[in-house]
């Protein structure tokens, strides 16, 4: 059986199709653009564009907000401590001043008696005036500016002490006029009588109230001033830190921006990014600057200005021990004591040249003065103490006093000018944030829209 071959078939001859070229001028397949972007993809670049640019708005509104809460309490705690705890302390001190003096000047119209050839009695009363209506003024204004309850309290008592001092002094005087004739330096018993219980409530309440005043007063300042420095700085912190933010999300828009659509750079996201830049960094110096300024006023001006304060009133009482040592010779040695316990704290705390000089002349006329005393010129003594003529004690304490109240005076003028050199400061940054930032915020929107445009 033979098997059938077969033939192999014959090679089609239909053509086979060729792709089609593109025609000149046209674009290229879907498929072969790979640079087109997928709707998907087309629809996410305005999207990431616009949350870009609401992250860098609101974080130039949290610089805003930072800005002008900073401002807002640096303003707060210049008035503060301009306004209020300071001039309260200074006034506690004038209290304290006045009430130690008008103790000695009682103590020298007692001294002096009738006799105007030994001392210059007018002018002791005269001091004594002013001193008791310094007192009134000094209570009243710690009362009008308003006292928390514990000092109004302590104001309230030392009131009522005054009078009672008051009281006192009046009948040891009237009872001093009452005898025309009497020892040099020797007031009657019943006018020393007087004299001593109103000389010890002015040292056991009168002048403890006072300082107690003054100290408060001085602790809130300085509560003050720490709480400014503090705040400040937590400001400068979140100035920092919201500008910080805001100037690296304007970079990053702007790298975006750049690559995305082929931009070298874009000026109006360049100008904003400066204006956020130097905003920050001088609203940070100024809020570090405020703390730094309150912290050396206090530190340099207003406690200097304190110490010599309460300086001038343990000197004005050391010189009313010395009237006290020659009015009273059986008390001779504990006021000697007393003077020498409150000489030693009139140290100079100044720096003023003239101080120190003023201060050995003082004690150098003391000494003479004791001299006297112990040689038997009581006379001579009691016009040492009490006629304010050069070369006698009371000429150097009075220039002494001088000197502690001018270099005072400084002192607190100089704390005064710094306060206001701040409130300065700080003037123009009440409308600058906003327009600043507000300029800046317009920059962005014109450096974003175009781009946003392009997706319409």
Known sequence: MTASVVAPAAPSTRAIPRPTPPAPGSAPPAANRPDTPSPRRRSSVPTRLRAATGVVLALVAGLLAALVVGVAAARDNLHTIGSGTAPQAATAADLYYALADMDAQVANVLLIGHDEQIGNKQSALRQLRQDRAAVTAALQTLLDRGLDPAGEGTARRLLADLATYDALTAQARFADDLVLERPVARPPANATGFYLSATALM?????????????????????????????????????????????????????????????????????????????????????????????????????????????????????????????????????????NEKAALLVPTSTEPGLAARLAAFRRDDAALVAAVESGRRDAAVGMATNVGRGNLAFEFYDYQSVLDSTAKSHHDDFTGRIDAGRDALAGWRWAPPLVLGVGVLLVLAGVRPRLREYR
Do not use: C, W
């Open 203 to 339: 040292h056991q309440d009168l002048l403890p109230a006072a300082d107690l005043l003054g100290r408060t007063a001085e602790n809130g300042l300085a509560d003050s001033a720490d709480d400014g420095r503090n705040t400040a700085r937590a400001a400068a912190l979140a100035i920092v830190a919201f500008g910080g933010a805001a100037v690296l999300a304007l970079l990053v828009v702007q790298v975006r921006i750049t690559r995305r659509f082929r931009r070298v750079f874009n000026p109006f996201l360049v100008a904003a990014t400066v204006l956020v830049a130097v905003l920050t960094g001088l609203g940070a110096s100024l809020l570090l600057d405020h703390g730094d300024r309150v912290r050396d006023a206090k530190a340099e001006a207003f406690d200097p200005f304190a110490a010599l304060a309460r300086t001038r009133a343990v000197a004005s009482d050391a010189n009313a021990d010395e009237s006290r040592y020659l009015m009273l010779p059986e008390r001779a040695g504990h006021y000697r004591a007393q003077f």
